[in-house]
């Protein structure tokens, strides 16, 4: 998805050192008490399971499509762009990050493969939600 992403649990400074290589910085930050957090999996599912396309969205759409409809003979190139528009905000509904923040996540976390049981990353949405370690030069 989309968003700033970071590496938690016991091997999460590990990950973020081969991320940093030699030019990098590592920033130690936590998540608000009150932030909202959903997994990749439940977002995905949920994208999976059809017919969750936000509200707004789908009006959008409609309203395209019938533009499209009342356009008189020779409109092809109009059709056309009005098509990539409906079919640009068919794709953003269906974006994991941006249903997280349809729903009103602050982050979505990915399980990692080699990260152990509680590692993994985690993709910030809602940086307003971070609580960032002061660190001493």
């Known amino acids: 998805g989309n968003g700033t992403y970071t590496a938690f649990g016991s091997r999460a400074f ?18 608000s008490s009150n932030a909202k957090i959903v997994d990749a999996k439940t ?4 994208i999976m399971s059809g017919g969750i396309r936000p509200k707004p969205f789908q009006d959008y759409i409609d309203d395209v499509e ?14 056309a762009l009005l098509r990539k528009k409906a079919q640009a905000a068919d794709m953003i509904s269906r974006d994991t990050s941006a249903l997280a923040v349809q729903k009103g996540f602050d982050a979505i976390t ?7 049981e509680e590692g993994g990353f985690m993709v910030i949405l809602n940086r307003t939600a971070l609580i960032m370690e002061d660190v001493k030069p």
Do not use: C, T
């Open 14 to 31: 590990e990950v973020a050192e081969r991320y940093a290589k030699d030019s990098g910085q590592i920033v130690r930050m936590k998540l």
């Open 43 to 46: 977002l995905e599912d949920e």
């Open 66 to 79: 019938e533009q499209i409809s009342n356009l008189p003979d020779g409109s092809d190139s109009q059709a």
């Open 110 to 116: 990915v399980p990692a493969f080699g990260m152990g």
